[in-house]
């Protein structure tokens, strides 16, 4: 995906489009664009599975689930989304993380998600 951010991705080049198709991201631009408002830290773009997004419900995040009042139509397996890192790390410690595709993952995220970990769930890279 072309690049769209003025942000930076993990790996020092400018930060990909993650998704447009659900339109995520803190600013719903479809990139995992971050600042200082972001307090989620929204900077990991992932790909959804069904097991993962079985732990985000189960941990409180129920990012399957409609909200149409939101315009919301709920994650599916398969479907990138700008994951919050810190929720990345409570799936990764549960051995539930998602895949990662690093070229569209806010270099931020590194604040709370160790780069090697990042590298290892990564589908763009390897």
Same mark, same amino acid.
């Given at each position: 995906?072309?690049?769209?951010?003025?942000?930076?991705?993990?790996?020092?080049?400018?930060?990909?489009?993650?998704?447009?198709?659900?339109?995520?991201?803190?600013?719903?631009?479809?990139?995992?664009?971050?600042?200082?408002?972001?307090?989620?830290?929204?900077?990991?773009?992932?790909?959804?599975?069904?097991?993962?997004?079985?732990?985000?419900?189960?941990?409180?995040?129920?990012?399957?689930?409609?909200?149409?009042?939101?315009?919301?139509?709920? %994650?599916?397996?398969?479907?990138?989304?700008?994951?919050?890192?810190?929720?990345?790390?409570?799936?990764?410690?549960?051995?539930?993380?998602?895949?990662?595709?690093?070229?569209?993952?806010?270099?931020?995220?590194?604040?709370?998600?160790?780069?090697?970990? %990042?590298?290892?769930?990564?589908?763009?890279?390897?």
């Amino acid at each position: 995906m072309k690049a769209v951010s003025k942000q930076t991705n993990c790996l020092n080049e400018p930060l990909e489009t993650c998704s447009e198709k659900p339109l995520t991201g803190f600013f719903r631009t479809g990139c995992c664009d971050t600042s200082a408002d972001d307090y989620g830290s929204h900077t990991v773009c992932a790909l959804m599975t069904d097991e993962f997004l079985a732990f985000s419900k189960q941990s409180g995040n129920d990012l399957s689930t409609p909200r149409p009042e939101y315009g919301f139509k709920g %994650l599916q397996a398969g479907d990138r989304w700008c994951l919050c890192a810190p929720r990345f790390m409570e799936a990764y410690r549960a051995g539930k993380a998602p895949k990662v595709i690093l070229r569209a993952t806010n270099k931020r995220a590194e604040e709370d998600v160790p780069l090697d970990i %990042l590298k290892r769930f990564a589908i763009d890279i390897n």
